[in-house]
């Protein structure tokens, strides 16, 4: 039998944590025959909830859940954790502007980067799913100087799923017969889901759709603001699909990328694609073995330079914020 996994989440009582917690406890973060602990961070108001949480845990009776833990201590959530789930942020509130946003999220990330330092597993594997989550993954990833930065990334697997949606709905394909879409940037607004390279059942995408008018007035706005539009219909943020992409996120990091095929990871960037070095950015990724490496070599017209551009400016912008309020 194997060892169980350790699985820390913060946020474990806010809604992305609800819908989280019973596929991780299931077994589709890693897999049908891998036994997890799961250890679950809150802040003091959010223990009991969670503990509520646990309660039903116990009640699902997951072959695979071998123990839950709850606490308020970044530095037992993380000791000894192979992969950290980071749910839990700072909302961005009425009339808040970024660099409060960010100073905010900094005293949430900063602790819990150096708590992963400290206390997790040598081959811990950490998502960001908290917003900001591209800069919140970079404040952690400095306060963890121990941790090879390449173990801090960010989720746009989420705008990666909506992005193969919409692009099926469009094209009357089914989503599995979608391939190599690709979000580059920040999860944020400014975001590029770029399709030049993606496939429909082995043909170009870009090609069957001919449309560049679709392309920039409704197929890349309708994917950057989905969020909002979840927001408008629900009452409340994304939180099942959410829950869904940071599975996916782990599941792909963790067992590979299927041949002929890639996913979107923000992660710190090695200077690809003109993306400065050390930001932390979305990219075309293939994974095997439980590493990621970004795809090289694609061409980038000018319709996606452009655009890919734009947020990775924004992403430089946030990077010298953080700097200078001494986060990183
Ligand atoms: P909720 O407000 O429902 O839950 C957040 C939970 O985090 C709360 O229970 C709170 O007590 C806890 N928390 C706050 N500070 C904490 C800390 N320092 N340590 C541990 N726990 C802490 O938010 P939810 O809807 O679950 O969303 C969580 C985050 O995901 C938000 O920042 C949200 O913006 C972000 N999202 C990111 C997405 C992405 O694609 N990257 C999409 C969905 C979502 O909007």
Known sequence: TRTPVNVTVTGAAGQIGYAL????????????????NLRLLEIPQGLKAAEGTAMELD???????????????ANKAFAGANVALLVGARPRTKGMERGDLLSANGGIFKPQGKAINDNAADDIKVLVV????????????????????????????LDHNRAISQLAAKTGAAVSDIKKLTIWG???????PDIFHAEVAGKNAAELVNDEAWLADTFIP????????IIEARGASSAA??????????????????????TSMGIPSDGSYGVPEGIISSFPVTTKDGKYEIVQGLDINEFSRARIDASVKEL??????VRELGLI
């Open 21 to 36: 917690l019973f596929r991780i406890a299931s077994g589709h973060l890693l897999g049908p025959d891998v036994p997890v």
């Open 59 to 73: 009640d699902c009776a997951f072959p695979l859940l071998r123990g839950i833990e709850i606490t308020d201590d």
């Open 130 to 157: 908290g917003n900001p989550a591209n800069t919140n993954a970079l404040i952690a990833q400095a306060a963890a100087p121990d941790v090879p930065a390449e173990r801090f990334t960010a989720m746009t697997r």
């Open 186 to 192: 920040n999860h944020s607004a400014t975001q590029y």
């Open 222 to 229: 309708t994917v950057a603001k989905r969020g909002a539009a």
């Open 241 to 262: 699909s959410a829950a869904n992409a940071a599975i996916d996120h782990v599941h792909t990091w963790v067992n590979g990328t299927a041949a002929g095929d890639w």
């Open 316 to 321: 430089t912008e946030e990077r010298d914020a």
